[in-house]
């Protein structure tokens, strides 16, 4: 593996207040990196800083070897990037569209018109090439806008929030494209608010909160050092005895579907609930980065 992205103790102030603060990355090629948190966390501010939107108040950007300090263009050569918005000139078709964004690059994208071909081919576009974007539905609308992201061939891969929108099938077939890239050798840095998504597709995780950096790890790490070993899963009301019971071990829970109660727990708590409550109809779960999620932005009660 090679180190394709190096951001150390970034900082940025916006409005008046810290949104990003001491923030340092790294990827590797053939990693997915997830960047986590609630709204407000800095996630989209970091990215941006990181792909040369926004300049950071402190710290430092290394993109394969080469520093935006020493040469900010070379820096962008070697990345890609998809936002969270469609941003398609739609006056040319989606094969067009590619060959625009080609254009910007110095020097000039070698073998374009079979990378261009093999794009069109490998996100499902061939079909579509001579038609505007938006007669596209929303799953190839974000299939376009990260093959537009491939044109110049980058090494690193920024996908902010790439499957907001989409339906659970349109979801899992971008899901099996960002997975062949990554297994390509390509590192990939992603924001999304869809915690399965963070969890099937994320290799590390940084959880940020308020800014700062609250976690990193691998995903099941952090759902052990921050969640707990099972999460019980209770129907609500809950009886006054139950009730007592995760008040005096000082455990809290939060509302999963309505009607339910998720409370996470280690081994031993599990063991304790058990031995209380051997009558009651509970089920027992491993923990996933919803309840982390939860955590993180005070959803627990």
């Given at each position: 593996m090679s180190l394709l992205l190096q951001a150390l103790n970034l900082k940025k102030s916006l409005g008046g207040r810290v949104v990003v603060d001491d923030v340092s990355l790294q990827v590797e090629s053939g990693q997915v990196l997830g960047l986590l948190g609630p709204n407000g966390a800095?996630?989209?501010?970091?990215m941006r800083m990181i792909y040369g939107f926004l300049r950071p108040d402190a710290g430092s950007i290394i993109i394969n070897g080469v520093g935006f300090d020493a040469d900010v263009a070379a820096a962008k050569r070697s990345m890609g990037v998809c936002t969270q918005s469609d941003t398609f000139d739609t006056d040319f078709t989606v094969r067009d569209n590619l060959y625009v964004?080609?254009?910007?690059?110095?020097?000039?994208?070698?073998?374009l018109n079979e990378h261009i071909a093999g794009l069109l081919q490998r996100f499902g576009l061939a079909e579509f090439a001579d038609q505007k974007p938006d007669t596209l539905s929303g799953g190839y609308c974000r299939r376009l806008m990260v093959a537009r992201a491939l044109v110049n061939r980058p090494k690193l891969l920024f996908l902010d929030e790439p499957t907001t929108g989409l339906d659970p099938q349109a979801r899992r077939a971008l899901w099996r494209l960002i997975r062949s890239l990554r297994e390509e050798g390509l590192g990939i840095v992603l924001t999304t608010h869809y915690m399965d998504e963070a969890q099937f597709l994320s290799d590390q995780l940084v959880v940020l909160d308020e800014g700062k950096v609250l976690a990193h790890d691998t995903p099941e790490q952090i759902l052990g050092e921050f969640v707990g070993e099972h999460v019980i899963v209770l129907s609500q009301p809950l009886a006054d005895s139950v009730t007592?019971?995760?008040?005096?071990?000082?455990?809290?829970?939060?509302?999963?579907?309505?009607?339910?109660?998720?409370?996470?727990?280690?081994?031993?708590?599990?063991?304790?609930?058990?031995?209380?409550?051997e009558t009651l109809d509970y089920d027992v779960r491993k923990p996933n980065l919803d309840d982390l999620f939860e955590r993180l932005s005070g959803g627990a009660q």
């Open positions: 800095g996630k989209t501010t970091t964004a080609a254009s910007y690059f110095r020097p000039q994208v070698p073998d007592e019971w995760l008040r005096s071990a000082e455990i809290v829970g939060h509302e999963g579907v309505p009607g339910e109660l998720h409370v996470p727990v280690g081994s031993a708590q599990l063991s304790g609930f058990a031995a209380s409550f």
